[in-house]
């Protein structure tokens, strides 16, 4: 298909674990975000790439969350020494540039992340 | 810090109603503003994105306003149909900045 693509699009996992979320956005995007949704906080922006760099991760809510970009294409978000309140679903979008360009941003589906 | 309300959290109404959807937003500095509905477990889909130098645009039974100045944007959705039912959620994009700042969302309901 021609649009974002996540996965896992569910993950179930114990507190303590790390998990790794996968983004693939829509070919030619250089620019790409990182969403979190959750119940009482709505949605929260998490991090942004342009190309393989992020200019923007201010809205990493602890040093347990990284992401990473390669080749201008793949994210991966990882979450270490999962917690409860890491629960939510994580959405990431693409767009054909960032820099203020004032494109749309195109979101996937998302993937849903619970902690037991 | 900009903040961005949506007005009324939920709405149900009976097919083929005209309706609209409210957004306000505490810092008038935006560089757009896009309007998006999410279908239950789903991502978000873009229905428009209004410049801030636009005062309105279109898309088929869609129509988006932005008073920048008052803060506000409204969704006015017409001849509503049971596929229209969604959470419509809005969110500002401000100056020099990538990041989307989103609404509190309209759970929107239209039984037919």
Redesign the interface.
């Known amino acids: 298909g021609a649009g974002v693509s996540q996965s896992p699009s569910n993950k179930v996992t114990e507190k303590g674990k790390d998990v790794e979320l996968r983004c693939d956005p829509i070919s030619g995007h250089t620019a790409l975000y990182w969403y979190r949704q959750s119940l009482g906080q709505g949605l929260e922006f998490l991090i942004y790439f342009q190309g393989n760099s992020a200019p923007d991760k201010s809205g990493l809510p602890s040093d347990r969350f990284s992401a990473e970009r390669t080749g201008g294409s793949v994210s991966t978000l990882t979450i270490q020494r999962t917690q409860q309140e890491d629960s939510a679903v994580y959405l990431c979008a693409s767009s054909v540039v960032g820099g203020g360009g004032g494109q749309p941003q195109h979101f996937g589906d998302g993937t849903r992340l619970s902690i037991l | 810090k900009q903040e961005v309300t949506q007005i009324p959290a939920a709405l149900s109404v009976p097919e083929g109603e005209n309706l609209v959807l409210n957004c306000s937003f505490t810092d008038s500095a935006i560089?757009?503003l896009?309007w998006?509905r999410q279908d239950p477990?789903?991502?978000?889909?873009?229905l428009l994105?209004i410049?801030s130098s636009q005062r309105e645009q279109t898309s088929g039974r869609l129509n988006a306003s932005l008073d920048k100045s008052s803060g506000r944007s409204t969704l006015y959705i017409a001849a509503s149909q049971p596929g229209d039912s969604a959470t419509y959620?809005c969110?500002v994009?401000l100056?020099?900045?990538?990041?989307?700042?989103?609404?509190?969302?309209t759970r929107l309901q239209v039984f037919p």
């Open positions: 560089y757009n896009q998006f477990g789903k991502g978000l889909t873009s994105l410049q959620l969110a994009r100056w020099n900045t990538d990041k989307l700042i989103f609404g509190t969302g």
